[in-house]
Structures are given as C-alpha cells and as structure tokens.
C-alpha cells in the first residue's frame, strides 16, 4: 500500500506540474498573410500546392515549439487572407498580441499592407521584387525568400566560374519576366559577362499536347535559336509557358539556364547536403509532398522568429526583432552555412543552390568571389549599392 501511495503521489506531482507549466507558457501568435495564387515566380519548382508556404510555416512552429517550451514560450500560427489582419489584430490570441506576420503575398499588395500596419514586423516569403528591397523598402519588411537579384547573381557566377561568359537571353512578354532579364543583364555587368545575343519570345504558349506539338516545336526553336555562337542559352519565363521546350532543342548544342533547365533557387527538393535530407524527409513525412522554396522561406520566417525569441528568453517584439537584426543572429538553414539578416534591406543572407532537375550541382556564393564582410553578400544588393531607405 505505501509504495502505491508513493506512486500516486508522484503521479498526480507530474501531472500538476505539467499542467502548471502549460499554464506558465507565453503565447507567441504569428499571422500567417495568404492571398489566392496566380503564377508563381521560380517556374521550375512550380506545380503549386494548396498549402505551399503555409506548409512550411507549420512545420517551423512544431520545430520552434519542441525548444520554446523550455524557455517558457509557446508559438501559434494564425493564417488567414491579408484583408483580415486588423481583425486579427483586434482581437489578441489568449492576451497575446499579434506582432509578426509571414507574407506570402504579392509584392504590391506587401507594401501597401506594411505601410498600414507599422507595428507589425512582416517577414516575406514570396515576393522575389528588387524593388521591394530597394525603392519600395519599409522598415518593418524582412525578407527570407531570394530576390531575382540574388537568384541571378548565383547564377551568373556559376557560369563565369565555368567560363561560360557569353549567353543568349530569352525573354517572355510577362513583367516578371522581364523583371527577371533585368537582373540577368545586371548580374552580367557585374561579374564579367556578355549577353551575346536577346530574343523576345513573342509565339503562343507551345500545345505541347496535340499530336504534332514535338514536331512543331523541333522545327521551330532551332530556327528561332539560331543567332550565332554562344555558351549558355538563359531563359527569362517566370510564368512557365515555354521554358521547359528549349531544352535539348536549340539550334547549336548549348545548356540552358535561367527560370528552366539550370535554375538558381532558394531550395529544391534536390538538396541533400550539410544535414538538408532530415528536413526534407520530415517535410514529406508531414505533407506527402517535397518542400518548395516558399515552404522553406516560410519556414526560415518562422524559424528566425523562434531562434531569436528562444536566444533572448523573450517574447516581446522589440527584443526579438532587434536580435534578429543584430551581429549574434545566426540560423542554421541545412544550405552549409549560417544565415542573417541584412541591416540595410532586411534581405537574409544565404546560399542559392544551383540545381538541375535531379542532382544540386552547386551552391553559390562561388569560391573566389570575395567580399570584404561576408561572400554571401555578393548576392543581390549589396549596402552601397542600395535604394533602400529604411
């Protein structure tokens, strides 16, 4: 009788404590900012889940959970549509305010919504704009999605590493893609390369399905193609409508780069290196589908906010985000080295993987492109060549 006593007694100890440590968590509630999808940038990871981004966003809250629990912190995800945020914010999660927000949205529609909420620091991990990380910069926007600047300059010095330093530049007719061009032309004069030859894709979406589509498209992209010498084709098709088709048809037999065939991006389901395969093993695990970029941004988003929250023992917004912004800060994101937050754009510092279909074939920052702070800041906008007034 004694020991059952005693083992009762220990019992109901354990289950009074765990209950009193429940009850001491602090609520951490992130707003998840979603907005129905038409086209997505990066069109060779297309082929978008329902729940893209918001997937990976869950995943970084059980991850940030399984350590904020022992600091006294509990995180909650709160997705809803960007016109519900005031709502949202209206009404606090269990007395918790609202106070960071991951944005998968638009790069208008993040501007407009962070100049009408400028307590709320948004991460974003959709918007690919250089020019929301430049002119259109706001103080209370970071950034774990790549810009197209950084997405081109990995790129680019991938190829002159290679030495294939001439390119033929395919452009479609979508502002995207022509946004996309223009980083591809920067990132050409910035690191030694000539863009030997530019051609407006100016055909129809291909009907690649009809009996005689193969036929068509093997008559014409070698004719369209055929401008001479070069080394590597690039192709700018951020809406994925023609891309796919140059591969293995151009006139002279060159590789192609760019939105298709060698792509430069924030993750692919590819990488397997520096511990990157438990990720994404859990990830399909959960989801029964491979992490896309926006999954890992927004899981990167989630992470940040809870690696500097479980760092600080704080949940109060001005603490974490200065922390995040801070020299200390440094999150591991299965890509081989730590990754930050720029100060001067809110952009996070990071390797871009150079992928093909099935195999990483590289990861740049390149070996011999030097920076005098950090080589990952030889992707994108560097500090003096920045628009952004924060």
Not at 49 to 55: K, N, P, R, S, T
Not at 203 to 228: C, K, M, S
Request: proline content about 4%; overall charge positive.
């Amino acid at each position: 009788m004694p020991v059952r006593r005693a083992v009762a007694v220990l019992i109901f100890a354990l289950l009074w404590h765990g209950g009193a440590a429940a009850a001491a968590l602090q609520r951490v509630p992130l707003a998840y900012l979603g907005e129905t999808r038409a086209g997505d940038a990066g069109a060779a990871e297309s082929g978008a889940a329902v729940d893209e981004g918001l997937a990976g966003a869950h995943l970084g809250v059980a991850d940030n959970n399984s350590t904020g629990r022992f600091v006294g912190l509990e995180f909650e995800l709160l997705p809803t549509q960007a016109a519900g945020l005031g709502q949202l914010i209206s009404r606090p999660s269990a007395g918790a305010p609202v106070t960071f927000a991951v944005a998968d949205l638009p790069s208008k529609i993040l501007a407009t919504i962070a100049r009408q909420f400028p307590a709320l620091t948004f991460i974003n991990v959709r918007a690919r704009s250089d020019r929301l990380r430049n002119e259109d910069c706001a103080a209370n926007v970071l950034h774990t999605i790549s810009s197209r600047a950084m997405l081109a300059d990995a790129l680019a010095q991938y190829l002159v590493w290679k030495r294939w330093t001439r390119w033929f530049l395919v452009v479609g007719s979508s502002a995207a893609d022509a946004a996309y061009a223009d980083a591809v032309r920067r990132a050409a004069a910035k690191f030694g390369a000539s863009i030997s030859a530019e051609k407006a894709w100016t055909f129809g979406a291909p009907n690649v399905r009809a009996d005689t589509g193969h036929a068509t498209l093997q008559t014409e992209i070698p004719a369209f193609t055929r401008v001479g010498d070069y080394d590597v084709l690039i192709v700018a098709d951020e809406e994925d409508e023609f891309g796919e088709e140059l591969v293995g048809r151009t006139f002279l037999p060159r590789p192609v780069a760019g939105t298709h065939g060698l792509i430069a991006t924030t993750w692919s389901r590819v990488n397997e290196q520096w511990g990157a395969l438990q990720l994404q093993r859990r990830f399909e695990k959960e989801f029964k589908r491979a992490m896309r970029p926006r999954d890992y941004a927004a899981w990167l988003a989630v992470r940040a906010i809870g690696e500097a929250a479980v760092r600080t023992g704080s949940a109060d917004a001005g603490t974490v985000r200065q922390y995040m912004l801070g020299p200390e800060f440094l999150l591991s994101g299965f890509k081989g080295r730590g990754q930050s937050f720029r100060p001067w754009d809110g952009q996070m510092r990071q390797r871009v993987l150079i992928a093909g279909p099935r195999r990483l074939v590289s990861a740049s920052p390149q070996q011999g492109f030097l920076h005098r702070v950090s080589e990952l800041d030889t992707l994108g906008t560097d500090k003096d060549e920045s628009a952004c007034r924060r």
